[in-house]
């Protein structure tokens, strides 16, 4: 299954992608959107590209009473984002690899962070594939909405964080 899911961020790249790559931020989104213990990891090395790994549990709410019992009562999804060097406009642009694990879902895909005229988007575009014989179209939508859900919910605490009127602006010291 083919998914794509497409923000629209009231900040520019460079902004945003700060906050994206900010631990604290990542850590804290994370709790705030998942059922259960949340984990974020932030690597860039000597010429590789920036790395950031989030584990973190989901609720199984939005799969069917009936697929439930090949899912179990927790879902844990794990996903890696490995970004390239940013282009000259700013944008940027990463390979996304989601594994929710014991479904048998994979998502395999990419991120890319592009300016527009009021701020920025952040879209993510995939393909979405569950290997459960049979059911596989079924668990795939399931994912597919938890994904989706999962998305906005990011999305609405990173727009809550870049409207704060404490945060710094650009050019102004702390």
Excluded at 28 to 47: H, I, P, W
Excluded at 73 to 88: D, H, I, N
Excluded at 122 to 143: F, I, K, N, S, T
Excluded at 146 to 172: F, K, Y
């Amino acid at each position: 299954m083919h998914l794509v899911v497409e923000h629209e961020l009231a900040a520019d790249v460079a902004e945003v992608a700060a906050l994206l790559t900010d631990p604290g931020f990542l850590a804290q989104r994370a709790r705030s959107v998942s059922e259960g213990d949340a984990e974020v990891d932030v690597t860039a090395g000597a010429g590789a590209p920036l790395t950031v790994t989030t584990r973190r549990g989901l609720p199984t709410d939005q799969i069917p009473h009936q697929l439930r019992r090949f899912v179990g009562e927790r879902l844990e999804a794990r996903q890696v984002e490995a970004s390239q060097e940013p282009g000259a406009d700013g944008s940027r642009s990463a390979t996304v690899v989601l594994e929710i694990v014991g479904a048998a879902v994979r998502l395999t895909g990419t991120a890319r962070l592009e300016p527009t005229a009021a701020g920025s988007r952040l879209r993510y575009e995939g393909d979405l594939h569950a290997g459960v014989p049979l059911l596989g179209p079924a668990v795939e939508q399931a994912a597919a909405d938890a994904i989706r859900a999962t998305l906005a919910d990011e999305h609405r605490v990173t727009e809550r964080w870049l409207t704060r009127p404490d945060r710094l602006q650009p050019g102004h010291d702390a």
